[in-house]
Every structure is written in structure tokens, then in C-alpha cells.
């Protein structure tokens, strides 16, 4: 670790590579590793919480007074009322990890009065440790990294999640995934948020646009993309996103460029295009009289206002 890094950001990347010790070594008999499966396709692992417990019990031992907020174990570790709070991922992409596909990572932030500060993703795999410190730029392995300097979504690789959990749309996501892929050099779904977070930053790829995340997939990489000179924000391009549960990330162009293609789509869209995407996909279904009649029923109801939107039922926190 080098003496130039902040002090907490040394002690959380001490953290992500004890945690990255361990999945390396249960790596290596995967099959012998105890699953047991949170809701259908969302998969725990006693890695995930091996990874958490190591990396808890580090930046506790270093900071006692700060608070946690993990994934596994939410926030029943570390003080409830600090202004410091560790957000950890101990196993981002852990249905990758129980198939042996070799696309997962560590992921730990630390956030100051609710603004991310410090960033680490750790890619035990490839050895790779991405870091960021607010105002001093993103690392790669000690190297600075940039966004890429692409300016045309036509020469772009674009990277997203696909949705797996009960109760996500398929249908809209399906659309949102046609919106870009006709527009773009290529689509990819490697399974890590944080990881495509940090591809992003390095310029691997050039944007990055997923559902259905939580605090704990975003915090590190969001940071990692900013201080690379990129941008992050919900689908409609608003920077407070960290709790909104939808990620759109990119260099500077083309995260302008695809605001207005997924900001139809976004939970926080105004009525109007909520209506036309609704119009859209009745259009485009394949539906009995019946189900025409419903859609269409369903597409002249006026949407939620924006206000009433963002306090939903799926608002994660």
C-alpha cells in the first residue's frame, strides 16, 4: 500500500484484499461451497459472508467509531450515528462466483455525511484493485485512469444488468436493451456492478446503464466513474442516485447521449414520456382484443407525479 494514499482509503484496501484472499482460495473448489438462496436467482454464499466478516472486523479494528452498512449484514455492525459509514459489498457477483465464471469483486466506500469519500474495488481474479479518493482521481493498480474519449454512441461498448428478480419488468427491460443495442458497437452483461462501474472509469467501456441496484453495488464504483471524468446519475441524468435503484453511467458524451434514450424509461420520467413508453409497448405487443383494450386503458391513465414517483414502494431505503 502506498504511503500517498489517505490513510482510510489504505485501510479499506487492506480490507478488500483480506477479503479477496478468501474467495480466491474458495475459488478453487467452488463446488464444495454452501449456497443458500435469499429470494428466486439471488444467491448468498458463506464466502459473501466470510468476505464480510474479514472486512468489517479491518476497518473496525481501525476506526471503532465509524458506521457500517453491509450488505449481508446491513447495519448491525459498527455505530448507528457516526458520519463515517463503511458501504460493502463483500461479493459483487456472487451467481458468477458459484458457477466459477471469473467476473466478481470486493466492493467498499466509505461515505462522510452521506457523500462518498473513499473507493476500493478489488477484482481477486485478476489482482486488479481500483481506488479513488474524492478531488485526487481514480487508480488503476497505481495507474491513473480515465473515461474514454469516445464521442459517438455508434462506436461504443455499453455494459448493463439484466433483471432476474421476481417483479422486474423483462418487458421494458427488454425494450431499454433494444433502445441501445441498435445504437451502439456492442452490448454487455458481465454480472458485477461495481466491476462494470470500474471498467467504466478505466475506459473499457464507455457507458454503463442497470435496474433494481442497491447502495452498496454503486457507492464505490459512482466514485471510481467521477473521479475517472465521467459522469453518474439516475436515467434522467439527476446525480442524487445512490438510493433510486437505477444507474446510468458514461464518459461526459455519451452519458449525454444516452440520457434521452433511457430517460423515458426511468421511474422519475415525467408523465408524458411514461405514456408514450406504455403506448409503445401496447403497440408493439402481440395481444388479444382484450388485452388492447386494457393497455390502452393502462396507457391513458396519467402517471404518478415525479414527487410521489420517488416514494415508492421500491425505494430501497
Given at each position: 500500500?502506498?504511503?500517498?494514499?489517505?490513510?482510510?482509503l489504505?485501510?479499506?484496501?487492506?480490507?478488500?484484499?483480506?477479503?479477496?484472499a478468501?474467495?480466491?482460495?474458495?475459488?478453487?473448489?467452488?463446488?464444495?461451497?454452501?449456497?443458500?438462496?435469499?429470494?428466486?436467482?439471488?444467491?448468498?454464499?458463506?464466502?459473501?459472508?466470510?468476505?464480510?466478516?474479514?472486512?468489517?472486523e479491518?476497518?473496525?479494528?481501525?476506526?471503532?467509531?465509524?458506521?457500517?452498512?453491509?450488505?449481508?449484514?446491513?447495519?448491525?455492525?459498527?455505530a448507528?450515528?457516526?458520519?463515517?459509514?463503511?458501504?460493502?459489498?463483500?461479493?459483487?457477483?456472487?451467481?458468477?462466483?458459484?458457477?466459477?465464471?471469473?467476473?466478481?469483486?470486493?466492493?467498499?466506500?466509505?461515505?462522510?455525511?452521506?457523500?462518498?469519500?473513499?473507493?476500493v474495488?478489488?477484482?481477486?481474479?485478476?489482482?486488479?484493485l481500483f481506488?479513488a479518493?474524492?478531488?485526487?482521481?481514480?487508480?488503476?493498480?497505481?495507474?491513473?485512469?480515465?473515461?474514454?474519449?469516445r464521442?459517438q454512441?455508434?462506436?461504443?461498448?455499453?455494459?448493463?444488468?439484466?433483471?432476474?428478480?421476481?417483479?422486474?419488468?423483462f418487458?421494458?427491460?427488454?425494450?431499454?436493451?433494444?433502445?441501445?443495442?441498435q445504437?451502439?458497437?456492442?452490448?454487455?452483461?458481465?454480472?458485477?456492478?461495481?466491476?462494470?462501474?470500474?471498467y467504466?472509469?478505466?475506459?473499457?467501456?464507455?457507458?454503463f446503464?442497470?435496474?433494481?441496484?442497491?447502495?452498496?453495488?454503486?457507492?464505490?464504483?459512482?466514485?471510481?466513474?467521477?473521479?475517472?471524468?465521467?459522469?453518474?446519475?439516475?436515467?434522467?441524468?439527476?446525480?442524487?442516485?445512490?438510493?433510486?435503484?437505477?444507474?446510468?453511467?458514461?464518459?461526459?458524451?455519451?452519458?449525454?447521449?444516452?440520457?434521452?434514450?433511457?430517460?423515458?424509461?426511468?421511474k422519475?420520467a415525467?408523465?408524458?414520456?411514461?405514456?408514450?413508453?406504455?403506448?409503445?409497448?401496447?403497440?408493439?405487443?402481440?395481444?388479444?382484443?382484450?388485452?388492447d383494450?386494457?393497455?390502452?386503458?393502462?396507457?391513458?391513465?396519467p402517471?404518478?407525479?415525479?414527487a410521489?414517483?420517488?416514494?415508492?414502494?421500491?425505494?430501497?431505503?
Amino acid at each position: 500500500m502506498s504511503s500517498n494514499l489517505h490513510p482510510m482509503l489504505n485501510v479499506a484496501i487492506k480490507a478488500a484484499r483480506a477479503a479477496g484472499a478468501i474467495i480466491n482460495r474458495a475459488a478453487l473448489d467452488v463446488e464444495s461451497v454452501r449456497i443458500s438462496q435469499k429470494q428466486i436467482n439471488d444467491f448468498v454464499t458463506e464466502v459473501d459472508h466470510a468476505s464480510e466478516k474479514i472486512i468489517i472486523e479491518t476497518l473496525l479494528t481501525a476506526y471503532p467509531g465509524h458506521g457500517i452498512l453491509a450488505e449481508e449484514s446491513g447495519k448491525e455492525y459498527g455505530a448507528k450515528d457516526s458520519e463515517f459509514v463503511w458501504i460493502i459489498d463483500p461479493l459483487d457477483g456472487t451467481t458468477n462466483f458459484i458457477h466459477g465464471f471469473p467476473v466478481y469483486c470486493v466492493s467498499i466506500a466509505l461515505a462522510v455525511k452521506g457523500k462518498v469519500e473513499q473507493a476500493v474495488v478489488y477484482d481477486p481474479t485478476r489482482n486488479d484493485l481500483f481506488t479513488a479518493t474524492k478531488g485526487r482521481g481514480a487508480y488503476l493498480n497505481e495507474r491513473r485512469i480515465r473515461v474514454s474519449k469516445r464521442t459517438q454512441l455508434k462506436d461504443c461498448l455499453i455494459s448493463t444488468g439484466f433483471p432476474f428478480r421476481p417483479g422486474d419488468n423483462f418487458k421494458s427491460y427488454l425494450n431499454m436493451m433494444a433502445d441501445v443495442m441498435q445504437r451502439t458497437a456492442g452490448l454487455r452483461r458481465p454480472g458485477a456492478a461495481a466491476l462494470d462501474l470500474a471498467y467504466v472509469a478505466a475506459g473499457f467501456t464507455d457507458g454503463f446503464f442497470e435496474t433494481g441496484l442497491s447502495i452498496w453495488d454503486v457507492a464505490a464504483g459512482s466514485l471510481l466513474v467521477t473521479e475517472a471524468g465521467g459522469l453518474v446519475g439516475n436515467f434522467t441524468g439527476e446525480a442524487e442516485f445512490l438510493e433510486q435503484r437505477e444507474c446510468l453511467a458514461g464518459n461526459p458524451r455519451i452519458y449525454g447521449q444516452l440520457v434521452p434514450i433511457l430517460g423515458k424509461y426511468s421511474k422519475f420520467a415525467s408523465a408524458g414520456d411514461k405514456a408514450a413508453v406504455r403506448q409503445a409497448a401496447a403497440a408493439d405487443a402481440p395481444a388479444t382484443d382484450t388485452q388492447d383494450t386494457n393497455e390502452g386503458a393502462e396507457a391513458a391513465e396519467p402517471a404518478a407525479p415525479k414527487a410521489d414517483t420517488a416514494k415508492g414502494d421500491d425505494a430501497p431505503f
